[in-house]
Nanobody, 118 residues
């Protein structure tokens, strides 16, 4: 069973900042895409941001100018810096590690709650 170690999250007022981190075992992180998806109550899980081991980044349009994803390959850890948070960012955020080359795999973290409210 692969465990992804997630940290960060919590409650913040609108306009505030939070930082998420996700650490994966080196055996699965080294050649995989790392990132986050989120799921709000009653909504489908959606992409937030992903980053490849080579540093190629993808953002959802709704977060592109407010969130920053980064990665430390030596630590097998990805980070999501979330600034200028809005109430609509409230969701459970799930770390994911996905390899698209053979052997393919996808692993999910247990999720961390982010709540933005006044």
């Amino acid at each position: 069973q692969v465990q992804l170690a997630e940290s960060g999250g919590g409650w913040v007022q609108p306009g505030g900042s939070l930082r998420l981190s996700c650490t994966a075992p080196g055996s699965i992180a080294s050649s995989a895409i790392m990132g986050w998806y989120r799921q709000a109550p009653g909504m489908q899980r959606e992409l937030v941001a992903t980053i490849t081991s080579g540093g190629n980044i993808r953002y959802a349009d709704s977060v592109e100018d407010r969130f920053t994803i980064s990665r430390d390959n030596r630590k097998n850890t990805a980070y999501l810096q979330m600034d200028n948070l809005k109430p609509e960012d409230t969701a459970v955020y799930y770390c994911t590690v996905r390899r698209v080359m053979t052997p393919t795999y996808t692993y999910w973290g247990q999720g961390t709650q982010v709540t933005v409210s006044s």
